[in-house]
């Protein structure tokens, strides 16, 4: 997993939770990088595991809540580090319709070791898009995260419902339907 979902992960959980939580969920976890992440860095997928984890017990939060809340958060990092992807678009459907054909395009030039979600469109429309998000890693909770601060960026809401498919999450459809506008 790359370097930079750890460093957005942490400064998160410093944000809302203090940077003695971090410490504490750092020198619980016991990592193999001790919990020392560059952004261009790529890490095991269960540090991230074990950072969540962590966290969820020392905040008595679930883990998929957390998840959501970091989507919500990453969404605005991103943006900020690659303003140029998000410019591109006029609405938030247009980015969500755009997720595999550029956005990802762009994450792979910019990250060529990136291992990142598939999204399959299912069915599109002027005001609603389905698709299915798959991953190995089961992390449909910061897609979903990421998808509705895509809707508060362009200053819209929608209606978001997600139906696991498989129940350890690999495999999720997520219906989206813009409201108003």
Do not use: C, W
Request: net charge negative; aromatic share 12%; hydrophobic share 40%.
């Amino acid at each position: 997993m790359k370097g930079i979902v750890f460093t957005e992960f942490l400064e998160m959980v410093e944000s809302k939770f203090g940077l003695e939580t971090v410490d504490t969920i750092i020198e619980k976890a016991d990592l193999t990088s001790e919990g020392i992440y560059t952004s261009v860095g790529t890490y095991d997928f269960n540090e991230m595991v074990s950072l969540i984890t962590g966290l969820s017990q020392e905040v008595d939060i679930p883990a998929g809540d957390l998840i959501y809340a970091f989507g919500l958060y990453l969404f605005s990092s991103l943006g900020k580090a690659h303003p140029e992807v998000i410019q591109s678009y006029k609405s938030p459907l247009g980015l969500l319709y755009s997720i595999e054909d550029h956005i990802h395009v762009h994450v792979k030039k910019l990250y060529p070791d990136a291992e990142l979600p598939a999204f399959k469109i299912l069915e599109k429309t002027d005001n609603s898009i389905s698709m299915i998000y798959s991953s190995s890693r089961g992390l449909y909770r910061l897609a979903h995260g990421l998808i509705e601060k895509t809707f508060e960026h362009f200053n819209g809401k929608a209606d978001i419902t997600y139906q696991l498919l498989k129940e350890d999450g690999t495999e999720v459809k997520f219906d989206i339907v813009q409201n108003g506008q």
